[in-house]
């Protein structure tokens, strides 16, 4: 994996909301076919970081590429037609709407014509498959997230942002969403940049973990190595 080239490149990324910087001279590299956590205290700028890179959030200064294009200034949607697909904190499905209705949303802008379809997705969730002409109001907090999971996959991403995938889960269901994620990497060789406040399973899945700390990078290291230093674990992690 140490020979993949970078799918994403930051250069010296700063985001501020008014006078308020959020993140502060940021570089950080992706590999592709890997799955990068993003760790970090309520505050520490993983939110800005992922809305920054999917085009939502301007940056005031510095570099983003993917795929060695620069996307700074590129609209949201041509960001998705690129290959990055962002799945928001908070899951962002649309309740009005049924499951299959949400998932055709998601293909409406794709990277290309070929990849993810409708009925892959219901491969990866089955429970969608079965509540597919649902109104998304009426699934419970784990089909919400693997119907945002695949409403993002709908665009055929080759990157995919998440933010707090994990966020009111129980415990089985966040292994199975982290075990999703691991054979996106293996069985379609997708990237993932994964934000969670539960470090303890993302660090599970993760290739490398960065830590963020007030908006810069505090620790930016092999995810096993992280998980196995009991001082950075205890100091930045809490656990
Ligand atoms: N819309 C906003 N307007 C002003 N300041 C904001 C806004 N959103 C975030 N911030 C500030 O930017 C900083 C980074 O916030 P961000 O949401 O990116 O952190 P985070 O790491 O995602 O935190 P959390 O773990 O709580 O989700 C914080 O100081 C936050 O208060
Ligand atoms: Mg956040």
């Known amino acids: ?7 994403l490149e930051v250069e010296d990324l700063t ?3 008014g006078a308020v910087r959020a993140l502060g001279g940021v570089t950080l590299a992706v590999p592709e076919g890997s799955v990068t956590a993003v760790l970090g205290a309520n505050g520490a700028g993983k939110t800005t970081l992922l809305r920054t890179l999917s085009g939502l959030l301007r940056p005031r200064d510095g570099r983003i590429a993917l795929d060695g294009r620069d996307i700074g200034r590129t609209s949201v949607e041509d960001i998705v037609r690129a290959g990055l697909a962002h799945v928001p904190e908070g899951r962002g499905v649309i ?3 049924t499951v299959e209705e949400n998932l055709r949303l ?3 802008i794709r990277r290309d014509a070929d990849g993810w ?4 997705v219901y491969d990866l969730f089955p429970p969608l498959r079965e509540r597919a002409r ?3 109001t009426t699934l419970s907090g784990g089909e919400r997230q693997m119907l945002a999971i695949g409403r993002a996959l709908m665009s055929n991403p080759r ?3 998440l933010d707090e995938p994990s966020l009111g889960l129980a415990p089985r269901l966040v292994a199975q969403i982290m075990a999703v994620l691991l054979r996106m990497r293996d069985d379609r060789g997708l990237t993932v940049l994964l934000v969670e406040q539960n470090a303890r399973s993302a660090l599970s899945i993760a290739d490398r973990a960065i830590v963020f700390n007030l908006g810069v990078i505090a620790i930016d290291k092999d995810a096993r190595l992280l998980a196995g230093d009991d001082r950075l674990r205890h100091a930045y992690l809490g656990f």
């Not at 994996?1 to 799918?7: E, F, R």
């Not at 379809?117 to 892959?120: I, K, P, R, T, V």
């Open 1 to 7: 994996m140490s020979a993949a080239k970078n799918i």
């Open 15 to 17: 985001v501020a909301y």
């Open 95 to 97: 309740v009005e709407l």
């Open 106 to 108: 998601g293909g409406l």
């Open 117 to 120: 379809a409708l009925g892959d």
């Open 134 to 136: 649902r109104q998304a």
């Open 159 to 161: 990157l995919l942002l």
